[in-house]
């Protein structure tokens, strides 16, 4: 196996989408343009998506990330759009996309058009998150979005297995798929639901964070694979786990917690990275499997499919958020009247990205009795069109359409002033604790010690609400910057004597490590407690 190509492609899209931290324009659609660019650049490998490697093993640790960094409650409180939108819109698009290729599309059969339906049927949230978070989206468009994502994918595989029985002469019928989309749903979420306690209870009982990370990087793979032997969804086997553990993860040790964050940030972002670059990388292949649809008829193809399915999304968008308030009326008093502009977001933010791809890269080159899978060449090339048209079009006015409807962001003082409440509620908590165990002639510890407990309780209340106050005059800082960059300052000077001991040979290596750790710990207690 040449490694050198996988390295090439690790290394290169790492270094874009750390360039595009420093534009204005979101990584993944930088990651695409760079893709599309460097596929024709001589000399460079040519790299094809392989469904075997991308569903299996890149699909469920980005899911799994996602999940755990998403909100059990919050995705509980938004069931409703978030149900609507990953499984009834994901089926609307698959009929209303293919039936649309099917009127569009001369000759193509259609069990071929609603195979190409479900394949751009899911939207992946990623690019969409990521804007998101950088324009500061009301975190509940941020929610549905994000839940969107999570279990979107289970569906349209679902659905591209009804159709693709279908499309091969396999005898599939309405009755059948859905029977299928069934099993495969309730039994991802039952595997889910049956590994999750579990694996919980290893996270907790394992005394070395090394193997608690170990651990926490297979979890998502053996999710997934169990639920695919058991011919049930590993999307939704992966999802359940992952919010499960997420939701619980104040359980697990802290060094457990510190490393995974560390690990789990850096997986997903290489992840992410190579999955955007990948697709931009597709062009040379794609173009020359088109065959006899190339030039304009196929340009036009693709740009009547992009339509459709940008316009199926706001078909489907506001009746599902308007329809429920009319039918019913606990929905009406329990919900505030929502305008018009959230779910026009919503359904502008509908960015395809590698999963379809993927999918289209695995539909059979025949067919049962021999022959070639109908269109298959086109089929791949309105999916490569429609995920780089909704990303380029959709995904570089998204932030411009965000700030021309001025829906209301994060309201940084409102979240300052809950932190500080909350805050104040565990500190007082924490004293009255304290007390109780001082009281007890066990813990009886020399003054100065328990004023540095009292120390250290009394600043991590006022943090807080430090960063409601003034600044310094003279630096511009506040409060808790001046704090956190003095206390840096302090810690590098201790690093720094570390060091030059380890150098004079007077600690060796193994405790100057030991040390450094040390500090690295109180360097970074030191930065949560002030952000």
């Known amino acids: 196996m040449d490694v050198l190509p996988l390295l090439l492609l690790i290394a290169g899209s790492a270094a874009v989408a750390g360039l595009a931290r420093r534009t204005p324009v979101p990584a993944p659609l930088l990651l695409v343009a760079v893709g599309l660019a460097v596929s024709y650049v001589p000399g460079v490998p040519v790299y094809t998506l392989d469904p075997g490697v991308v569903l299996p093993l890149v699909l469920p640790p980005l899911l799994y990330a996602a999940a755990t960094d998403s909100s059990y409650l919050g995705l509980r409180a938004q069931m409703r759009p978030v149900a609507l939108l990953s499984v009834g819109y994901v089926l609307f698009a698959t009929v209303a996309v293919g039936g649309a290729a099917y009127l569009i599309v001369p000759h193509l059969p259609l069990t071929a058009a609603l195979v190409l339906g479900a394949v751009v049927a899911p939207p992946d949230a990623v690019a969409a998150t990521a804007v998101a978070r950088r324009v500061g989206l009301p975190s509940r468009i941020t929610t549905i979005l994000q839940g969107e994502s999570l279990v979107n994918d289970a569906t349209a595989i679902t659905a591209y ?9 396999e005898g599939a019928t309405w009755a059948g798929g859905l029977r299928e989309f069934l099993i495969a749903a309730v039994g991802g979420v ?12 290893l996270r907790t009982h394992l005394t070395e964070a090394l ?36 939701h619980r993860n104040w359980q697990v040790d802290f060094a457990t917690r510190l490393q995974e964050e560390a690990v789990w940030r850096m997986a997903a972002f290489l992840l992410e990275s190579a999955v955007f670059a990948l697709i931009g990388l597709q062009l040379p292949f794609v173009l020359r499997g088109v065959g006899r649809y190339e030039g304009l008829s196929a340009a036009g193809y693709a ?10 999304r706001f ?50 080159l025949t067919v049962h009795g021999g022959g070639a899978f109908p269109h298959r060449n086109l089929i791949l090339f309105l999916t490569f069109t429609t995920v780089i048209g909704t990303l380029v079009v959709q995904g ?11 829906l209301p962001g994060h309201d940084a003082q409102a979240e300052t002033l809950a932190e500080a409440n909350a805050q104040a509620q565990a500190s007082l908590a924490a004293e009255q604790r304290l007390d109780e165990l001082l009281a007890d002639e066990r813990n009886a510890l020399p003054p100065p010690l328990v004023d540095r407990l009292r120390t250290v309780l009394e600043h991590r209340r006022n943090a807080v609400w430090e960063r409601l106050g003034s600044v310094n005059p003279v630096t511009g800082e506040s409060h808790d910057d001046t704090y956190r960059r003095l206390s840096r300052d302090v810690i590098a000077a201790e690093r720094e004597v570390f060091v030059h001991l380890r150098d004079q040979r007077a600690i060796d290596d193994e405790m100057l490590r030991t040390l450094l750790r040390r500090l690295d710990l109180e360097e970074a207690a030191a930065y949560r407690e002030t952000t």
Request: aromatic fraction near 10%; charge should be positive.
């Open 315 to 364: 078909v489907w968008v506001y009746p599902a958020t308007f329809l429920p308030r009319v039918l019913f009326a606990h929905i009406r008093r329990r919900e505030e009247n929502p305008t018009w502009k959230a779910p026009f977001v919503i359904a502008w933010a509908g960015m395809r990205g590698v999963v379809s791809l993927a999918i289209a890269f695995s539909i059979p």
């Open 161 to 169: 297995k009804v159709a693709l029985a279908a499309a091969i002469g």
């Open 303 to 312: 740009v009547a499919l992009f339509l459709v399915v940008a316009v199926a």
């Open 211 to 246: 193997l608690q990370n170990t651990l926490s990087l297979l979890i998502p793979f053996v999710a997934y694979g169990v639920a695919e032997w058991a011919h049930a969804s590993g999307v939704l086997a992966v999802v359940v786990v992952g919010l499960y553990l997420g």
């Open 190 to 201: 039952l595997v889910g639901l049956a590994l999750m306690v579990p694996i919980h209870w």
């Open 396 to 406: 570089l006015t998204l932030p411009l359409l965000i700030r021309m409807l001025r």
